[in-house]
């Protein structure tokens, strides 16, 4: 979270470093601020608030000068005032940061020991008065920066900035990520490439513990050990137009229509032109020597993991367990022999994430990962990645990459049913078939929007709502509940259909919309009777099912939403719109910040 960007460049930076934190905001939305050095001088904007904020305030005040840093900020230490807000500076020396300083209170008593106070409540603070305690001390910029690195703790990405050097930024990671582009007779560090895309698309990735000394004509990159190490620049395809809202009146309208494109695009790049296989990369896995599946992840992708354990127990037999990376890190849980690890993370920068893999590296006979961003710590540190292929998700609610994450998981269970002769040829051949015409059934189902609409305008006005699903409709169920609260603000929680009895359903009464995801599959029936407990307690049910589930289950429910027929395997990803066409209806009735809701950042690199 926070998105950083650094350029030592030609021309005037200010406009450069805006249009970089535009494409980092999604790290967080927070503040906003940049620093530049002009003629030798350093200078620095700030604004609370989202970017534009910034932006307004370079018109009235504008910031000149080739050389500079910048950062939109999710605020960890301290509130969102600008005084918190970054870039921050002591003396001769500004910084922006990504990630979080555990040590930063015994660095501050360190300091506070020689006499120099602090202004802010932030870790980073502490960062830029070291340095310049440094500088004081009759150290150069880059010794002063790193004698600073070399007392930090936690996770970080870096940019310093000193005044009096226009030709020097120092850039450096640990635990969160960091790429440097390379342009013509410029340089450029940020949080990710896709801020850099407008400038360049040469990308270097620091490693863990790199430090990079910037000059517009070098690069030196030093690593943890302290050597001088060569890495490698890649070009990154990354389109740089596809930031836009393509006539959407918000990213995440424009995502969830997008699904049927990027879901057909996603299929075509692992099923083989013939049909006839599942084309995993590189060599692939060999299901047949893993006896168990360990999975952790967070949020909606944690979700699509629970998903994918109904499909890898039922379709391939293998046994599975998922947790939230975040509790898995530290519950040092026995990773057993013939164990594949899969970690499934949209950004491929989820701190938790991250050290869940890590954890697994050493121990289990294989790491998968399912990313949206091939050059993602995540993925680059798997041994296998499957890339979902989503194209850029810009809004905060994870949409498109949600579908894509379980369509690449169901090809892997498929696979691995295959693979162990659970599924003939045949079984296996059909499974592809049906898997090839769920772009066009999505199609079809994106006609259900104005239904959905007018119900999430009624559901807009509620305190709280259920979901229940059962099967592999209950990872759902919690997915619709997130997409709702994180985006509505309204409370929601779901439970397996089967628990409502256990408790919760305590809670409904005349005022509770109670969401039902349930196609008429095996245990439809079921649902259908826990459904019917909750009418009996005057819950408004909201049924969302298929034309065979209305004909039969369709009495007394308050609203009935009917999705096309679909091959119950595939149902867990087609029945995700009608739970985003509601939470994004709802969210849009109630006028809050549909892509950027408040406390929010896509991308989560602290713990
Ligand atoms: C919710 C959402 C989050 C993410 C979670 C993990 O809409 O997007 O819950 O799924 O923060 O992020 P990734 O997938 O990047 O690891």
């Given at each position: 979270m926070c998105g950083i960007v650094g350029i030592l460049g030609q021309h005037e930076v200010a406009p450069m470093l805006v249009e970089a934190l535009k494409?980092?905001?999604?790290?967080?939305?927070?503040?906003?601020?940049?620093?530049?050095?002009?003629?030798?001088v350093l200078g620095r904007r700030r604004a609370i608030g989202k970017l534009v904020n910034l932006s307004d305030l370079l018109v009235?005040?504008?910031?000149?000068?080739?050389?500079?840093?910048?950062h939109t900020r999710w605020a960890t230490h301290g509130a969102p005032t600008l005084v918190n807000t970054h870039p921050h500076r002591a003396g001769a020396v500004a910084v922006v940061h990504n990630g979080i300083i555990e040590n930063y209170r015994d660095l501050r008593a360190e300091l506070a020991e020689v006499g120099i106070a602090y202004q802010t409540e932030t870790d980073t603070e502490t960062v830029a008065l070291l340095a310049q305690h440094h500088l004081e001390s009759g150290m150069s910029p880059i010794e002063a920066a790193r004698a600073t690195l070399a007392k930090l703790e936690g996770a970080y990405a870096l940019a310093f900035l000193f005044d009096g050097e226009p030709d020097l930024m120092i850039a450096a990671r640990k635990g969160s990520p960091l790429a440097i582009g390379h342009g013509e007779g410029e340089v450029y560090v940020g949080s990710d490439a896709i801020a850099l895309a407008?400038?360049?698309?040469?990308?270097?990735?620091?490693?863990?513990?790199?430090?990079?000394i910037l000059s517009r004509s070098e690069v030196t990159i030093i690593d943890?050990?302290?050597q001088t190490v060569q890495r490698e620049a890649r070009t990154i395809r990354i389109d740089a137009a596809r930031i836009d809202k393509a006539g959407h009146k918000h990213f995440m309208s424009k995502e969830i229509a997008?699904?049927?494109t990027v879901i057909s695009e996603t299929l075509a790049s692992y099923i083989a032109p013939d049909a006839s296989d599942i084309i995993l990369p590189g060599d692939g896995i060999d299901f047949a020597s893993i006896n168990r599946i360990t999975m952790a992840s967070c949020g909606t992708a944690y979700y699509a993991c629970l998903t994918a354990k109904y499909w890898f127990e039922q379709l391939a037999g293998l046994p599975v367990e998922v947790d939230f990376a975040s509790e898995f890190r530290y519950r040092t849980p026995p990773v057993t022999e013939g164990t594949a690890a899969l970690f499934v993370s949209q950004s491929g920068e989820t701190a938790d994430t991250l050290a869940a893999l890590r954890y697994c590296a050493p121990l289990a006979q294989t790491i998968l990962a399912v990313t949206n961003v091939p050059e993602s710590s995540i993925?680059?540190?798997s041994d296998l990645n499957m890339p979902i292929h989503a194209g850029v998700e810009i809004g905060v609610a994870s949409t498109k990459a949600f579908t894509c994450q379980l369509t690449v998981l169901l090809l892997l269970a498929l696979k691995a049913a295959h693979a162990r002769g659970r599924l003939t040829d045949e079984g296996f051949k059909a499974k592809l078939a049906s898997l090839r015409s769920l772009?066009?059934?999505f199609n079809q189902a994106m006609s259900i929007e104005e239904t959905v609409r007018g119900v999430a305008l009624r559901i807009s006005q509620s305190r709280d709502v259920l979901f229940l699903g059962r099967g592999r409709m209950f990872p759902l169920a919690l997915e619709g509940a997130l997409k709702l609260k994180e985006i509505s603000y309204i409370h929601a929680e779901a439970y397996a259909s089967g628990e409502l009895k256990h408790g919760p359903i305590a809670l409904v009464d005349e005022q509770m919309p109670v969401v039902v995801i349930a196609p008429r599959d095996a245990l439809f029936d079921k649902t259908v009777s826990n459904m019917q407990e909750v009418m009996a307690r005057g819950g408004k049910v909201i049924l969302i099912t298929d034309a065979a589930g209305a004909k039969t289950a369709s009495d007394g429910v308050w609203q009935t939403i009917i999705m096309p027929d679909i091959d119950d395997d595939l149902a867990p990803i087609l029945y995700a719109i009608p739970v985003q066409f509601l939470a994004y209806h709802a969210a849009v009735a109630k006028g809050t910040d549909v892509d950027q809701p408040r406390n929010l950042a896509k991308s989560v690199t602290v713990e």
């Open positions: 494409r980092l905001e999604y790290r967080g939305y927070d503040s906003a601020g940049i620093a530049t050095v002009n003629e030798g009235h005040e504008p910031l000149a000068g080739k050389s500079g840093i910048g407008p400038m360049t698309d040469r990308i270097t990735y620091l490693e863990e513990g790199d430090c990079a943890a050990d302290g997008e699904q049927p993925a680059r540190e772009p066009a059934t």
